[in-house]
């Protein structure tokens, strides 16, 4: 039998629902939330994945302050744009668009975003914070798909999670936040990554596999244990086409699935909101 779908949209209107609430909390008391947006460049689907940020904040009830550098904006123009959000009382959540222009490092653009106002989770300090198990911003890929699995009430405590990826986004950061304790997590987690050869003997194990490998179709059928949950976290891009590491195929083996299109998407978006709108929180 085909396998049971977990799509992302349910879990990510719940979680927006619950940050609506807040919001409504903050305003009460006088506070309007707000997420600021920072663009390097007219690149086409960066510039898209702004505008959704933005709707989704006007939705919401945050203010959305944003900035458009232009494509040769130096490294320093950058730095400037940050430090002003950094510096503003008013903003509580900064986002530097991914990419930026080839010149440009976003990795030093990263570690100037004020830590507390980082609403991808993805400062080096956030990312220490997760490796004490301390308060902070958790990195949103991973914290949603935490979330849809608790959404779906699919078991992890105890049981054997495989990771394909080691990424800094997403596999290194879900294999500590799977392994700590807590209800929906204290699963025994296993990173793996296409540098080890028999990397399979590992997936077909799996009570959870999870492809977070960012190489399309990497996983099919034959690598999955019958009536396991296989959540699709990795994707390619070729053009606007989106090419995901779990092939269709897979359905007719797992037991619980992630969709090609609206699967952990949706959730990374909502997991953007929560974490600014718990900055406004505790600012």
């Known amino acids: 039998m085909p396998a049971r779908l977990l799509p992302g949209g349910p879990v990510a209107e719940r979680i927006l629902a619950e940050v609506s609430t807040r919001v409504a909390v903050l305003k009460d008391k006088g506070v309007s939330p707000s997420l600021a ?40 123009d950058l730095h400037q744009a940050i430090a002003a959000f950094n510096d503003d009382p008013a903003v509580h959540g900064l986002l530097v668009q991914y990419p930026v222009p080839g010149h440009l490092d976003y990795d030093a653009a990263l570690q100037a975003v004020d830590p507390d106002k980082d609403v991808d989770g993805m400062h080096p300090l956030n990312m220490g914070r997760l490796a004490l198990g301390m308060p902070g911003p958790l990195p949103c890929t991973p914290a949603g798909i935490e979330a849809l699995l608790a959404h779906y009430e699919i078991p992890v405590s105890g049981r054997e999670v495989v990771i394909l990826g080691r990424g800094a986004t997403l ?62 976290g990795g994707v390619r ?46 600012s």
């Open 37 to 76: 947006t920072i663009l390097v460049g007219d690149d086409d689907a960066s510039a898209g994945y702004i505008r959704i940020k933005q709707r989704q904040a006007a939705e919401l009830g945050f203010v959305s302050p944003h900035a458009h550098l232009p494509a040769d904006a130096t490294q320093d």
């Open 171 to 232: 596999g290194r950061p879900l294999a500590m936040m799977l392994s700590q304790k807590r209800p929906t997590a204290n699963a025994a987690v296993t990173v793996v990554h296409t540098g080890v050869p028999d990397w399979a003997r590992y997936t077909q194990r799996a009570d959870i596999l999870i492809a977070a490998a960012g190489v399309p179709g990497i996983i099919q059928p034959e690598h999955v244990k019958p009536g396991a949950v296989v959540i699709g």
């Open 237 to 282: 891009y070729e053009g606007r086409k989106l090419l995901p590491d779990v092939d269709e195929s897979v359905e007719q083996v797992a037991g619980a699935i992630t969709p090609r299109v609206g699967g952990v998407g949706p959730t990374t978006v909502a997991m953007l909101f929560r974490n600014a709108v718990i900055a406004a929180e505790n």
